[in-house]
């Protein structure tokens, strides 16, 4: 049987992420034998490796930055208006004072926290790989560690190493100073790789930390979100409930191979929609000529000049294809028309939802300029080429 590993990026916060991913793959029948991650990519490996989903789930669903920092620290990292008291420059100065000091932000609430849903005994009778990434700031080198290469009682102290973000007091292990993993590799893929497993979902978080090269001709799944997750520090059970939403549907692209950036669509021969594109009736496009500045038909008009410029603008790529810019530019539009992002659509479900869904109104901006020099413009001329395809 092919061995399939999941490493974990870092990220705080953002770890809720891959809560939603691994939800989304486990409902869908996959067994992994590995699990790698640095700093929350590491404690969610650890809980993942014990074998209970629930467990991970509950951890994020009643996460809050209470729970994991000293009142000082929880009240300036959510900046809540409703505690800002007479207390509160003090309570920064204090908070300010440990991070800028070498003693740092206090672990110690974080410790008792993973603790309570990691069982180390538990992971070492799994048969799953464990794998974690923390940095040694005694010595100055990397430390890519397995389980069985963590003397017995010592996993929750490498857990806290890797997990050491900086500003928080570094983790000791012996007479040596540890700090967050992420420093050095924050997506461990390459552990994985080493190891000689057969599939790689990768799960990143578009966090800081260095995501270092691996080989390419490896078997490996990269999963990262199109849209915005929680701030590093924004621990929260609402921030954890839409991270994890987003966690699960892109896992569900990466499994079903589904079409779209921030829409979920299930795979559809394109072919007579593109064809229909590029030849559309210049009669039916008399808005092209407004961004003419040279006599030239509409339809290479289109093709050559207007597409080019709003695949620019949709932040597609040069390399686009017209299958990519046909599906941006209805996912532009159900945006637009506040259409439910999270479900996967069949194709033409989603475009029947498009035509029949009013689009709030909105002023527009004349179109007596080229393409290039106002976004309202190109927003409307999405509407119109939108609208011009759905009635041909």
Known sequence: MPRIGLALEGGGARGAYHIGVYKAYLENGYKFDGFVGTSIGAINAAVFASGDFDIALRLWENISLDQLFDEEIAEILQFAPSKIDKNFPGNIKIALSKIFTDKGVDTTKIRKFITAYIDEEKIRHSGVDLGLVTYSRSDREAHEVFIEDIAKGKLIDYIMASASLPGFTAQMIGDKKFIDGGVYNNCPINMLIDKGYDEIIAVRTNSFGRFRKYDKNANVTLIKTNGDLAGTLAFSSENSASDIRQGYFDGLRAIDDLLGRNYYLKKTNLKGRVQKLMLLDPVKLPYLETFANRKISSNRLLLEQ???????????????????????????????????????????????????????????????????????????????????????
């Open 306 to 392: 207007v597409i080019p410029e709003l695949a620019k603008y949709l932040k597609l790529g040069k390399t686009f294809t017209y299958d990519e810019f046909l599906i941006a530019i209805f996912e532009f539009i159900a945006e637009k028309a506040k259409i439910d992002r999270y479900c996967v659509y069949k194709f033409d479900e989603f475009l029947k939802l498009i035509k029949d869904t009013k689009i709030p109104a909105t002023e527009k901006s004349p179109l007596n300029k080229l393409i290039t020099s106002h976004s309202e413009e190109k927003e409307e001329l999405i509407e119109q080429l939108v609208d011009t395809l759905l009635r041909t």
